[in-house]
């Protein structure tokens, strides 16, 4: 049977985590008030004698608590620790009695302090939750009201239009100029135009009025069909707008052609523009809010439903150690009457969700509404684990076939052209697979961990990638690729084939490997490769899309692929150069515009996530901190243009400035690391250069994590050395170091989402909060 304690740690929400029963450290309490039990049983004068022929007949320890191995020694301890006729003192055991009492007590009475100071802080946590999820429920379902009647408007105006188009008059010029709705937007807020009495579309008017009034938009003015009459406008004392956030370049677009052309008019009137989109966008903002606030209800109900069971578990072992039944049952009783355990109010706001979603949001159909509100994860199959250990051993063999082969061939020797033409593509795969198989690792560590990747990620958790997905996508990949290796040396040293022929292998395999990437059929996990590209183009269009913290957290895994980047691009031009014909081979590695490519490519992951901190900077009410984190991916980029140039032109001058910058980035990074990514390094925490909250309890391997990334960070020292290599050695050192980048990328991947993580529970965000799409808007009468 599991331990309970064990469960619970299993079961809890990592972020409230704080706020559950410690019930490890109350099961302490409960081992300590044991203690001073067995303590306060001292064997008196009568029980000696009996006490020490016991010992000498076989060591029976107290029949109340059983045998123990060290009964014997107590005992023999006790024989010949006083002499056999001597009895002890009445005054002296009386002493030790009330001393180990008065001590048992004590214990008692620190426990039900401490007990009591647990149900405090679960209770309040319990009504402060509850609380904000009833207050945010209230403000969802005015939300969705306004959502509605404005929907309604809107359909139902379009239908008067449509009639109006249809009629063989047209209608009176007054009427087109009073309406303020138009067939691709509806303009809430501003002047509603001139009204003729008795037109039909004052009761649109009037019911656009009553809407807003009904929904918390007031107007100025107790007459105001007076005031219509007599001015023919209408002004509002606040006014509904719309917050649909940028995240999209359209959007950004959308929203700076609105405040440059129509400010102007809007904000003379206090008005902002409704449209069909808008609307759309808004249902889909209230529904994905309703999602996560029934979320956080479940999570709610865990959490009271864990720390009944904690209580009731650790006041029975309390009960049984010290036989205090009355405190136990009086404070049972009183964890009843809590407000965490009373309260339905929690129950009632999910089955109010619950219906509102099947309502408005799924047709009225309950198994389409649990599909969003209740999402099952697929089942873990064994045949993911069997097709990783397949894929893994194919793996295994077909190397072992390759290295033999190459051996025999001389392919590596340095007249061979094989280094140049083939190895950047096969070099591609085997770095990508290097990192989703250490993805596949952080993935597995996370989850040991209680890391919440998903949640930190905004990941659906029934579609994201599992750590055995990882493994089967990086030993598949493997697999096929060294089997293509094997086959184009087959073909190779054959000679059926020219060499022309045989070097479109590689070419052909990449070109398999694109199209998979972009099928778009739900195969080959699809919404993984729509995830991937959908954060790819994230990032290459920053900062014009909304940063979220997997597109940044993307953008650092691209600045440690950059060699992977310069195989592509000299992949890309071989193959163009071998399929037009129309240049020589050398032209992909000496001609100026390749050396221009090399800069390009070396500078523009670092580009991306310049920008996306400048991005962080602005929509974050101008934190330093991102301008800051800029400055160290400019750093970063001037370093990588000084050892590219070096690399041409090999000069002292340009030696010293290569060892200047390197070093200045790489103290750079360095910092940012330890200090800003992992939160470590804090000099005043209680654990030496950590910090105060440590996920991993054996404190060694964050001290030999901080050694390792630093001796990483110094592999720059490789390109000034100017090693004497050939050819092939020149690639193999290429590639290990390239390798260990990506090695040293997935160890600092662990501890960047702890210590995110740390932070998420340091202000108790288990669920997301979805911005809201109406707010209200109060302008100057």
Not at 314 to 339: D, T, W
Request: glycine share 4%; charged share 25%; proline share 3%.
């Amino acid at each position: 049977m599991v331990k309970f304690s064990r469960e619970l740690e299993a079961q809890l929400i990592p972020e409230w985590k704080d706020k559950f029963v410690n019930y490890r450290q109350l099961k302490k309490h409960v081992k300590k008030i044991k203690l001073a039990h067995l303590r306060s049983s001292v064997p008196s004068s009568d029980d000696h004698q009996h006490n020490a022929a016991s010992a000498a007949g076989g060591g029976c320890s107290n029949d109340s608590y059983g045998f123990s191995l060290f009964d014997p020694i107590r005992s023999l301890f006790s024989i010949h620790g006083r002499r056999r006729d001597d009895p002890i003192p009445a005054d002296e055991e009386n002493l030790f009695e009330m001393i180990f009492v008065q001590s048992r007590e004590d214990e008692v009475r620190e426990f039900l302090e401490k007990l009591e100071v647990e149900l405090e802080k679960v209770n309040n946590f319990y009504i402060n939750t509850e609380r904000e999820f009833c207050e945010r429920g209230e403000i969802l379902s005015k939300q969705l009201q306004i959502l509605l009647d404005l929907k309604q408007l809107y359909h139902d105006h379009h239908r008067l239009r449509r009639r109006q188009c249809h009629s063989p008059t047209s209608p009176p010029a007054s009427l087109s100029n009073s309406t303020s709705f138009s067939e691709t937007e509806t303009e809430i807020g501003s002047p509603l135009g001139d009204v003729a009495p008795g037109r039909e579309t004052g009761v649109t008017e009037e019911a656009i009025i009553a809407t807003l009034e009904r929904n918390g938009v007031s107007f100025l003015g107790l007459g105001a069909k007076a005031k219509m009459k007599k001015t023919g406008r209408l002004r509002a004392a606040a006014t509904l707008r719309i917050d649909i956030p940028a995240t999209t370049p359209a959007r950004s677009i959308s929203m700076v052609w609105e405040e440059m052309v129509k400010s102007s008019s809007s904000r003379k009137e206090g008005g902002d523009y409704v449209n069909k989109k808008k609307l759309q966008r808004a249902e889909k903002m209230i529904r994905e809010a309703f999602v996560h606030l029934y979320k956080g209800v479940g999570h709610l109900n865990t959490y009271s439903s864990l720390n009944i069971e904690a209580f009731r578990k650790i006041l029975k072992k309390f009960e049984k150690v010290s036989n205090q039944r009355h405190e136990a049952g009086s404070f049972s009783r009183k964890v009843k009457r809590s407000h965490f355990v009373s309260s339905d109010k929690v129950l009632k706001l999910g089955d109010e969700v619950e219906s509102i979603f099947t309502k408005h949001f799924a047709s009225n159909d309950r198994k389409k509404a649990m599909k969003f509100l209740r999402p099952q994860q697929p089942k873990e199959s064994h045949i993911i684990t069997f097709l990783v250990g397949l894929f893994t051993g194919s793996f295994v063999t077909l190397f072992t076939v390759y290295a033999i082969l190459a051996h025999l061939c001389g392919i590596f020797s340095s007249e061979s052209d094989y280094m140049e033409t083939v190895y950047p593509i096969f070099s591609v795969f085997a770095l990508i697979s290097l990192h989703i198989f250490l993805y596949g690792c952080n993935i597995l560590a996370w989850r040991g961990c209680r890391v919440n990747h998903n949640f930190i990620f905004e990941f659906s958790p029934n579609t994201a990638l599992k750590y055995r997905d990882a493994f089967l996508i990086s030993a598949s990949l493997m697999t096929a690729v060294v089997a293509a290796l094997v086959a184009h040396l087959l073909l190779r040293s054959a000679g059926v084939y020219s060499q022309q022929h045989v070097d479109t292998i590689p070419g052909a395999l990449l070109l398999v490997f694109t199209v998979l990437l972009l099928l778009p059929f739900n195969v080959f996990y699809r919404s993984t490769r729509y995830c991937f590209l959908r954060v790819i183009r994230n990032i290459i269009f920053s900062p014009l899309y909304k940063v979220l913290m997997v597109d940044f957290f993307m953008a650092d895994q691209l600045t440690s692929q950059i060699p992977l980047l310069r195989h592509m691009e000299l992949a890309t031009c071989y193959f163009m150069v071998s399929g037009f014909k129309g240049q020589p081979y050398e032209t992909c590695t000496r001609s100026q515009q390749y050396k221009l490519m090399a800069y390009i490519i070396s500078f523009l992951p670092y580009y991306w996530r310049a920008m996306q901190c400048l991005r962080r900077y602005m929509e974050e009410g101008y934190d330093m901190n991102q301008l800051a984190n800029a400055g160290k991916y400019i750093s970063a980029m001037v370093a990588a243009a000084a050892r590219l140039k070096y690399a041409v032109e090999g000069t002292p001058m340009w030696l010293g400035i290569v060892i200047l910058t390197s070093t200045g980035a790489t103290l750079y990074q360095l910092f940012w690391d330890m200090v800003k990514d992992w939160g470590l390094l804090d000099l005043g925490s209680s654990n030496r250069f950590l910090r105060d909250e440590l996920i991993l309890k054996n404190k060694s391997y964050y001290y030999v994590s901080m050694c390792l990334n630093f001796v990483l960070r110094l592999a720059w020292i490789e390109s000034v050395m100017r090693l004497s290599l050939n050819q092939v050695e020149h690639r193999l050192i290429d590639f290990l170091l390239a390798s260990l980048e990506i090695i040293r990328r997935g160890h600092w991947n662990f501890y960047r989402l702890e210590n995110e993580q740390l932070n998420n529970a340091d202000k108790f965000r288990a669920v997301k909060c979805v911005p809201l799409p109406f707010s209200e808007m109060v302008s100057e009468g």
